[in-house]
Nanobody, 112 residues
């Protein structure tokens, strides 16, 4: 069993920044791809960014140049640094662990 816990969401004004964290714990052997997804009200859950065991990253076109995904291997933790936030970034952000586990989600609201 693997537990995935996100933190760092909140309310921020347009143009502001937030940093999300996600830590996986439990029966984990090895290093896996981890990813951030987001889901806005009435919309499907979409990939925001991912990072492989070899540190290769991939981003949705809508966040390229604004968001950065990184990881700390020893802590089984992945981060999402979000800069220049826009109202359309408002969503529940979910962390995904490559063993097939999801976190509970953290709300990000971008509004003045």
């Amino acid at each position: 069993q693997v537990q995935v816990v996100e933190s760092g969401g909140g309310l921020v004004e347009p143009g502001g920044s937030l940093r999300l964290s996600c830590t996986a714990s439990g029966s984990i052997s090895g290093i896996y791809t981890m990813a951030w997804y987001r889901q806005a009200p009435g919309k499907q859950r979409d990939l925001v960014a991912s990072i492989t065991s070899g540190n290769r990253t991939n981003y949705a076109d809508s966040v390229k140049g604004r968001f950065t995904i990184s990881r700390e291997y020893a802590k089984n933790t992945v981060y999402l640094q979000m800069n220049s936030l826009k109202p359309e970034d408002t969503a529940v952000y979910y962390c995904y662990h490559g063993l097939g586990y999801w976190g509970q989600g953290t709300q990000v609201t971008v509004s003045s």
